[in-house]
């Protein structure tokens, strides 16, 4: 079985920062896109961020524009979500995922494979 090992979610006040990381096998890291989704109580869960294997291009959603930062580390098949500025709306639980198709389609409906959710707290 696929695992996305997700960690580095915890409590923060708000306007601090994280470092969420996905580790992944090589073959996922090398040909899906990988990327984050988040769910927080009682809403849907909604895309966040992404990097594209095709051609290593970035995606946000907008309420993360200019906060969020993306990148991968070749070396460790991990790819890291940094997160400033935190707000208390962004508290949720923030999932790991892997879109074969390589491209950030932002679809739940295409992400293959799913970590074990880790939990971010920001209190105000």
């Known amino acids: 079985e696929v695992q996305l090992q997700a960690s580095g979610g915890g409590l923060v006040q708000a306007g601090g920062s994280l470092r969420l990381s996905c580790a992944a096998p090589r073959y996922i890291f090398e040909d899906y896109a990988i990327g984050w989704f988040r769910q927080a109580p009682g809403k849907e869960r909604e895309g966040v961020s992404c990097?594209?294997?095709?051609?290593?291009?970035?995606y946000y959603e907008d309420s993360m524009k200019g906060r969020f930062t993306i990148s991968s580390d070749n070396a460790s098949n991990t790819v890291y979500l940094q997160m400033n500025n935190l707000k208390p709306e962004d508290t949720a639980v923030y999932y790991c995922?892997?879109?074969?198709?390589?491209?950030?389609?932002?679809?739940?409906?295409?992400?293959?494979?799913w970590g074990q959710g880790t939990q971010v707290t920001v209190s105000s």
């Open positions: 990097i594209s294997r095709r051609d290593d291009s970035p």
């Open positions: 995922t892997a879109d074969p198709w390589g491209y950030c389609s932002g679809s739940i409906a295409t992400q293959a494979y």
